[in-house]
């Protein structure tokens, strides 16, 4: 359904490690992990804790900010230090990010998590994917993603909503659904919220089993206007050859 070719990524320092650097975009001013989508250097995973230590994550045209773990289990929580991302492209100008986390529940045992966050472009997002990668059940188990696209924060009550996406998986259920997607009207300022369950069967006579390892997001970007690169080029053209003058 989904063939995004995942490309690999440099940070912006050329380092192995994420470093963080001092940024404007949309208006936003702060220090953050950087990433620059790069094919010729190794992919790197960060865990959203060390995103939310660093002051957000910057990917080419978008900044990740304001994230929240919340995590309940009837086993172990999974908090913000055990869940990774990494960034893609699918070479449209889009983004995309990969979730990685332990989520695996056995038979009477199931994972809630929910998790927030918020976006900023640089230009602006007219639609958000969502697809599982890496998943199972067996017997009973259930794997399920819920997510709300909102324009205001989680905590406003009733926030105006662009967007809701729904992933569901349980073995030989005909009403599968691996992916999703959403589309709308140009926004520069998103909000995310996602609610993860992945659990194994309710009735501990029952068996059944649920894992989750990974799952994709991609944002659809309106790229920069031609006309204004356009016009960027033909300013410092102009102004190179009033120097020579």
Known sequence: MHNFASKSIRFA??????AAMTFSIAGVSTAAIVWDLDASNPSADV?????????????????????????????????????????????????GITFLAP??????TQYTTNIEFSIDAATAITGVQLWTTSYATT??????????????????????????LGVYYQENDPSNVTGDQATFDPETKLYISKDISVRGSADPTIAGNA???KFNQY?????????????SLGMIALLGRRRTN
């Not at 080419?60 to 869940?83: H, Q, R």
């Not at 944002?219 to 016009?231: G, Q, R």
């Open 211 to 213: 894992h989750l390892s």
């Open 219 to 231: 944002y659809l970007v309106v790229p920069e206007p031609a006309s204004l690169a356009l016009c």
């Open 103 to 108: 989520w695996v529940a056995g038979t009477n």
């Open 47 to 95: 865990t959203i804790q060390e995103i939310i230590d660093n002051g957000g994550l910057q990917v080419e045209g978008l900044f990740f900010d304001d994230w929240l773990v919340a995590s309940t289990s009837s086993d172990v929580d999974i908090n913000a230090s055990e869940i990774k991302v990494r960034a893609f492209t699918n070479g449209d100008g889009g983004v």
């Open 13 to 18: 320092t050329g380092a192995t490690i994420a």
């Open 139 to 164: 017997g009973e188990g259930v794997v399920s993603i819920a997510e709300n696209i909102t324009t205001e924060p989680p905590t406003v009550f009733d926030p105006n909503s662009v967007g809701e």
